[in-house]
Each structure stands twice: as structure tokens, then as C-alpha cells.
């Protein structure tokens, strides 16, 4: 039930759209996703609409369970909200992705914008994901995993703990938390938790994140600012703060009006009565001035060590392109991948987080053997032609729920895939296979019996 301070506040911002914006409300929210290109591009294709400013967006006709879908938990394509695919038509428009950048998602859970930049940038592009909510990390770290670039690295830090970064970053997204207004039609729950006081509330938190951020970017670095509100307190008085008090110049876009994307004072809207999608507002800063980055050199990782030779043998043979990486181990023996192209900024981000996770775990050695990690399983770094063995949908889902299957296949690891996607690991010790699936990442609803 819309409250009557809500509807007074969309009244005054959209007049006598206010009736078709309430309609709205009414109906049944789009479903859309967004593939993955590294791993498949033709899902969803045929008989669907494509999401008109996110190449990679579909909408689907009706919501899937999509727990039940195989290739989602091979990170095929992430389930989306169409209207903050914007960001990927803002950044390839002001950002020249052809280019490495260094990027800083700031608020990065659940970590659908996280793939959503990758998807877009260099594939030498350092991406940091980071998240300031600790019960919101394992979420981060998972949906990154599944994507599977070796370039996304997870921290958790609040944005005032990154200051010795000052002048690191080319592109900082601040995805705001915020009121949630523009979610309403989802989480009709929502409504009940809004009010004009949470909104200052919020605005004045996402004022702190954005103080926070500006120093971080280099001198005509570009800052992407969004929310998935309406109200001006969150939006375009943030936005004003920018421009005016943290020196930042607004970029403009060039949206096609047909979108029905509407034009503010500062940056754009999207409302669920001109769209085809939620609520949610983004705009473009550049960074008028600022510090140019000065910092020593880093020659070292402070707790990583590079492996030893003999082990970097061994565990190159499960990479496609082993000389682009360099290879290190923990004090807890997992062994952790990084872009070698990359690794002296990672040094840097070391020096300067406490709580990260950069690169990506690959294994640990134990004896002779290797044992590979669920992250190396769904990485776009695997080698071709390790062993597989290539499952049916149905006994893929019993795979996911961690059953044990049998099977024909040489003895040793197996990566065990569904339409040649990774899901995971299997062991053929010859009398009988065992399933190494983590078990935080098994499907605990029942599964109905699908078609194969």
C-alpha cells in the first residue's frame, strides 16, 4: 500500500504521470538477465526481447526457477534488473574500455553490476569488488566465482578505509545503498519500511561513501553514481553535492529518447511507467582535479609467497594460457592465480587492504597431488583439454545437490560440465566417483525431473 507521503513526493516529481507510474506498480515486474559472452551467448535468444541498452540483456517471457537451471550455477548469465544495465551502455559511452583501466566498485553485492563492468571493460582491466557488509561477502565472492574472470578481486572495507589509495582508480562506481523506492513493485514488503526520515538517512550515508570515493580516482578519473530510488534528497541533491562541493564535472549521456529514459537536472531516470524495468537513476562525473598518484614501488605480496617452481609445473597444465599468470601460495597453502599483466597494482592493493581476496584460489598441492579448487572449475582460465565429463540436465541438478553418480570416464579429476560449462569437480577413483561440489554451494530445494 503506497503511503501518502510516497505518493505526495511522486506527485511532485512527475505531475500528471503520477496515475500511470501508481499503474505500474500494479503489474507483474520484467524478468531479464544478462549472458555471460565469455561462456555462452546464444541462451534465451530465440523468442525473447533484448534489453535495448545492454547488448547482452534479454527479457524472458515468464521467471524460470532458475535454482533449477544447470547453467546458471555455471554463471551462463546472471538474473538482472533491466534498468541498471544502463551502466553498461553509460560506461562504454564515456570510459575507453578498449584501454586496462583499474575500477572500484565500491558497494559491489550482491555482484551483479561487479559482472556487469567486467563484462564491458579490457580484459586486463583490474576490477576490485568490494563490499562494506560482511554478511554480504560470501554472496559477492560466490556470483564472482561463478563468472569466472580472473581479473574481479573481492575486499571488504568500509570507503574511508581505502584512503592510502588516493589517485589509484580510473572508474569508481558507487551503486549506493539507498530507500529502495524504485523496488517497491518487486518488494512490495518494502513500502512498509520507507519513510521521508529513512530517506535522510540514506542520503546522508551515501553522502559519506561519495567523500569518501572522490579522492580515490585519478584527475579526470569518472565516478558513476546510482541508486534504485526516485526522491531528490538521494538523487539530485547527492549528485548537486558532487558538482558542487567535490568539484566534479556531469558527463552527459546520449540516450535515444525512445527509451523513455528521463533527463534530470543531474544524470537519469528510469521510472517503471517509461521503461521496461524498475526504478533507478545513474549519473557520470569526471573528476576535475585531484592528486596524480605518487606511491613507492611494492616488490612483494606481505603474506603471499611466489610458489616454488616445481609446483608452478604442476599447476599450469590446468591453464589455457599459463604464461599470462603468475603463481602464488598462502599461509594456508591454497594456491591463488593472478594476471601477471596485473600483479604489481594487486601488490599495491595488498599493501593497502587488510581484508581482500585477490586473484583467485586455484587449489592446494597435497603430496603429489593437486587438488583444484570449485573457482578454477567455473574460471574461463581452465585448459581445454583437461578430462571431463559432460551431464544431462537432470544429472547435472543431481550433481548440484551433491549426489554421487557413475559413470564412464578415465580415472582422476573430471570436470564435470552441462552444455561445456563447468559446474564442478568429480574424483573417479575406479569403484566409485566422488562428488567434490562444496557443499555451501549444493541445491538444498527439490528438484523436479527435467528433460535432459
Known amino acids: 500500500m503506497i503511503s501518502d507521503a510516497f505518493r505526495s513526493q511522486m506527485q511532485a516529481l512527475l505531475g500528471n504521470e503520477t496515475p500511470a507510474f501508481e499503474a505500474a506498480l500494479q503489474q507483474v515486474a520484467p524478468v531479464s538477465v544478462r549472458h555471460n559472452l565469455a561462456k555462452s551467448s546464444g541462451l534465451f535468444s530465440e523468442q525473447t526481447d533484448a534489453v535495448l541498452w545492454c547488448s547482452a540483456g534479454r527479457y524472458l517471457p515468464t521467471r524460470p526457477v532458475f535454482t533449477l537451471d544447470p547453467l546458471f550455477h555455471a554463471g551462463a548469465y546472471y538474473v538482472q534488473e533491466a534498468s541498471s544495465m544502463l551502466i553498461d551502455y553509460a560506461l562504454r559511452q564515456v570510459a575507453n574500455v578498449a584501454e586496462p583501466l583499474r575500477v572500484l566498485d565500491l558497494c559491489a553485492a550482491p555482484g ?22 560482511r554478511s554480504r561477502v560470501g554472496i559477492l565472492k560466490e556470483n564472482v566465482q561463478k563468472w569466472g574472470l580472473p581479473n574481479l578481486h573481492v ?55 561519495l567523500t569518501a570515493a572522490a579522492p580515490l580516482l585519478k584527475p579526470n578519473g569518472l565516478l558513476i553514481y546510482c541508486t534504485c530510488t526516485y526522491n531528490a534528497t538521494e538523487n539530485q541533491e547527492n549528485a ?70 616445481k609446483d608452478v609445473r604442476v599447476v ?16 594456508n597453502q591454497e594456491i591463488v ?49 583437461l578430462p571431463r565429463v559432460e551431464l544431462n540436465a537432470n544429472e547435472a541438478l543431481q550433481f548440484l545437490k551433491k549426489e554421487n553418480l557413475l559413470f564412464d570416464a578415465p580415472k582422476g579429476w573430471l570436470l564435470v560440465t552441462h552444455q561445456g560449462l563447468g559446474l564442478g569437480w568429480a574424483k573417479n577413483l575406479g569403484n566409485r566417483v566422488n562428488n567434490y561440489l562444496p557443499k555451501e554451494w549444493r541445491i538444498r530445494m527439490s528438484i523436479e525431473q527435467i528433460s535432459g
Not at 513493485?185 to 561513501?209: F, Y
Not at 599450469?316 to 599461509?331: G, H, L, Q, V
Not at 587449489?363 to 578454477?376: E, V
Open 316 to 331: 599450469e597444465s590446468w591453464f589455457e594460457n599459463p604464461a599470462d599468470y603468475d603463481f602464488f601460495i598462502k599461509p
Open 112 to 133: 551483479g553490476k561487479s559482472t556487469l563492468l567486467a563484462a564491458a571493460l579490457h580484459p586486463d582491466s583490474l576490477l576490485l569488488c568490494n563490499e562494506v557488509i
Open 240 to 309: 548537486a553535492f558532487l558538482a558542487n562541493e567535490l568539484d566534479f564535472e556531469e558527463m552527459p549521456l546520449n540516450l535515444p529518447s525512445e527509451w523513455g529514459v528521463a533527463r534530470q537536472a543531474f544524470g537519469y531516470q528510469c521510472y517503471p511507467h517509461r521503461v521496461r524495468g524498475e526504478g533507478f537513476f545513474l549519473s557520470v562525473f569526471k573528476k576535475k582535479n585531484g592528486l596524480e598518484e605518487v606511491r613507492e614501488s611494492v616488490f612483494a605480496f606481505r603474506a603471499m609467497k611466489a610458489l616454488h617452481h
Open 337 to 385: 592465480a593472478v594476471l601477471a599483466s596485473q600483479a604489481d597494482d594487486l601488490k599495491i592493493l595488498d599493501k593497502a587492504l587488510s581484508t581482500k581476496g585477490l586473484g583467485f584460489e586455484i587449489g592446494t598441492i597435497k603430496g603429489k597431488d593437486f587438488i583444484p579448487s570449485h573457482a578454477l572449475a567455473l574460471s574461463t582460465a581452465i585448459a581445454a583439454h
Open 155 to 209: 575486499s571488504h572495507h568500509d570507503p574511508e578505509d581505502l584512503a592510502t589509495l588516493v589517485g589509484f582508480f580510473d572508474v569508481i562506481l558507487v551503486d549506493a545503498p539507498c530507500s529502495g523506492e524504485g523496488l517497491f513493485r518487486k518488494d512490495p514488503a518494502a513500502m512498509n519500511e520507507w519513510s521521508p526520515e529513512s530517506v535522510l538517512t540514506c542520503a546522508g550515508r551515501q553522502k559519506r561513501i
